[in-house]
């Protein structure tokens, strides 16, 4: 299956905000008219798909001019001037709420997982995101979780092998699903299990897992499974982190922290175009 390039997501989100163009503009606007657009911000934050917004316009009309101001990843604060757009008022206006749903989205992912990477500052636990994203968005909001500082899981499914709950039962045990899996996979792809249980982990451990998922367990149970696996695999605290205390679970010694949330329901940034 060949992936969604930006152009073609951009194409498909302007055909859909304007399957029969963009009626108020058209009949409003004169023919020519060249306006100047600012990028404000509206609350502090961290700066996440600014070339993206670039692109809409591009994609609408080659004459309009965008200068950025600031880069993805930098932080931002409240009335700071984040790009000008310059060029063609109608075309402006026709990709203006691509543009902003873009960048504000993008940027509510950044900074949700900035406030995550601090959180977690100096323990060693790097903050990782998941497949839980946003249909036809995940190539640019794993692109925001790096920008956060955030460090990216498997892109999707064929990058490594994550032996889940399902995949347990269906495979009829731990043992049974890695060793298929490893004699199946290339040797360059890691090998993952999810276990819930202690006599899971041990069972993983012995099947020669490459990383051990501790699925929702206390803080507790977490530091006693870090102090079992001894660095044999990698460990990952997953299971509604973004409602846990990161600082807390990732003092418990484990290497990674996964957080669906980072990109399944953030809050996108304020930010505002006002001619």
Same mark, same amino acid.
Not at 57 to 80: H, N, T
């Given at each position: 299956?060949?992936?969604?390039?930006?152009?073609?997501?951009?194409?498909?989100?302007?055909? #859909?905000?304007?399957p029969g163009g963009?009626?108020?503009?058209? @009949?409003?606007?004169?023919?020519?008219?060249?306006?100047?657009?600012?990028?404000?911000?509206?609350?502090?934050?961290?700066?996440?798909?600014?070339?993206?917004?670039?692109?809409?316009?591009?994609?609408?009309?080659?004459?309009?001019?965008?200068? &950025?101001?600031? #880069?993805?990843?930098?932080?931002?604060?409240?009335?700071?001037?984040?790009?000008?757009?310059?060029? *063609?008022?109608?075309?402006?206006?026709t990709g203006e709420?691509?543009?902003?749903?873009?960048? %504000?989205?993008?940027?509510?992912?950044?900074?949700?997982?900035?406030?995550?990477?601090? %959180?977690?500052?100096?323990? +060693?636990? &790097?903050?990782?995101?998941?497949?839980?994203?946003?249909?036809?968005?995940?190539?640019?909001?794993?692109?925001?979780?790096?920008?956060?500082?955030?460090?990216?899981?498997?892109?999707?499914?064929?990058?490594?092998?994550?032996? &889940? *709950?399902?995949?347990?039962?269906?495979?009829?045990?731990?043992?049974?699903?890695?060793?298929?899996?490893?004699? @199946?996979?290339?040797?360059?792809?890691?090998?993952?299990?999810?276990?819930?249980?202690?006599?899971?982990?041990?069972?993983?451990?012995?099947? +020669?897992? *490459?990383?051990?998922?501790?699925?929702?367990?206390?803080?507790?149970?977490?530091?006693?499974?870090?102090?079992?696996?001894?660095?044999?695999?990698?460990?990952?605290?997953?299971?509604?982190?973004?409602?846990?205390?990161?600082?807390?679970?990732?003092?418990? +010694?484990? *290497?990674?922290? @996964?957080?669906?949330?980072?990109?399944? @329901?953030?809050?996108?940034?304020?930010?505002?175009?006002?001619?």
């Amino acid at each position: 299956m060949k992936e969604l390039t930006l152009e073609q997501l951009i194409d498909r989100a302007l055909l #859909e905000d304007a399957p029969g163009g963009d009626v108020t503009t058209l @009949s409003t606007v004169p023919e020519g008219k060249t306006i100047t657009g600012r990028f404000v911000a509206k609350e502090d934050g961290i700066l996440c798909g600014i070339d993206v917004a670039d692109a809409v316009f591009a994609r609408l009309s080659d004459k309009i001019k965008f200068d &950025k101001k600031k #880069e993805d990843g930098d932080r931002f604060q409240k009335g700071d001037l984040l790009a000008l757009v310059t060029g *063609d008022a109608r075309a402006i206006l026709t990709g203006e709420r691509v543009a902003l749903n873009l960048l %504000q989205h993008l940027s509510g992912i950044a900074a949700r997982t900035r406030e995550a990477v601090e %959180q977690v500052a100096g323990t +060693g636990a &790097k903050i990782v995101d998941t497949r839980k994203t946003t249909p036809g968005l995940r190539f640019l909001e794993k692109y925001a979780v790096r920008c956060g500082g955030g460090t990216n899981h498997r892109f999707g499914l064929s990058d490594g092998v994550l032996i &889940k *709950d399902n995949h347990i039962a269906a495979a009829g045990g731990i043992s049974e699903a890695v060793e298929r899996a490893k004699s @199946s996979v290339p040797h360059t792809l890691k090998i993952e299990v999810e276990v819930e249980t202690f006599p899971q982990l041990e069972e993983a451990l012995a099947a +020669g897992a *490459d990383i051990i998922m501790l699925d929702n367990m206390s803080v507790e149970d977490m530091k006693k499974a870090v102090e079992i696996v001894a660095g044999r695999a990698l460990t990952e605290a997953s299971g509604n982190m973004g409602d846990r205390d990161l600082r807390q679970v990732a003092e418990t +010694g484990v *290497d990674l922290i @996964s957080i669906g949330a980072l990109t399944h @329901s953030v809050r996108a940034a304020d930010i505002s175009l006002k001619f």
